[in-house]
T-cell receptor
């Protein structure tokens, strides 16, 4: 198993364009998380899936953001009408219960730059 | 609401010196988990340690050690005999024992630079 993968690793777009990111979790991990990390800050929780169900969304996730996990495997995060404030690193993590806790394993992230 | 504070924004030490990174947390839950992650320049978060709220035993792993004190809501991380490869941003994080969603709340990180 190669760990959590994210694609693309870098994305540069112009303001107003739509972008989509993909996350492939570790096989058999039923939980998947999206976080956003801006420069000089720690990652902030965006949303969480258990299998294909999106169970929680942060207030940070405006109407322009949508996340899906259609078959309970990979997930996509789409940002519509991008704004300069969306520039950040978008991190994906997956987990599977081990003992009393789900260890989260992070992917390398997708760095978004909105011009 | 849960909160993690890392007051040290940046620390620089000379190689082989010991260094302690501070972490203070706030939570209303009695069951929670604390973490330290390392983020090297490549950007990927690397898990270092997890402690649960019922286990205040300090832990040592090689050059790393962690001091968890519930009385002061602190979970400090010490690197002994630092090396250049330790240079990175270190994040402390907290997870409350929710109903399945064990989302992490991170501090703002401490950038550690080890000077050769």
């Amino acid at each position: 198993d190669t760990g959590v993968s994210q694609d693309p690793r870098h994305k540069i777009t112009k303001r107003g364009q739509n972008v989509t990111f993909r996350c492939d979790p570790i096989s058999e991990h039923n939980r998947l998380y999206w976080y956003r990390q801006t420069l000089g800050q720690g990652p902030e929780f965006l949303t969480y899936f258990q299998n294909e169900a999106q169970l929680e969304k942060s207030r940070l996730l405006s109407d322009r953001f949508s996340a899906e996990r259609p078959k309970g495997s990979f997930s996509t995060l789409e940002i519509q009408r991008t704004e300069q404030g969306d520039s950040a690193m978008y991190l994906c993590a997956s987990s599977k219960r081990t003992g009393n806790y789900n260890e989260q394993f992070f992917g390398p992230g997708t760095r978004l730059t909105v011009l | 609401a849960q909160k993690v504070t890392q007051a040290q924004t940046e620390i620089s030490v000379v190689e082989k010196e010991d260094v302690t990174l501070d972490c203070v947390y706030e939570t209303r839950d009695t069951t929670y988990y604390l973490f330290w992650y390392k983020q090297p320049p490549s950007g990927e978060l690397v898990f270092l340690i997890r402690r649960n709220s019922f286990d205040e035993q300090n832990e040592i792993s090689g050059r790393y050690s962690w001091n968890f004190q519930k009385s002061t809501s602190s979970f400090n991380f010490t690197i002994t005999a630092s090396q250049v490869v330790d240079s990175a941003v270190y994040f402390c994080a907290l997870s409350e024992r929710g109903f399945g969603n064990e989302k992490l709340t991170f501090g703002t990180g401490t950038r550690l630079t080890i000077i050769p």
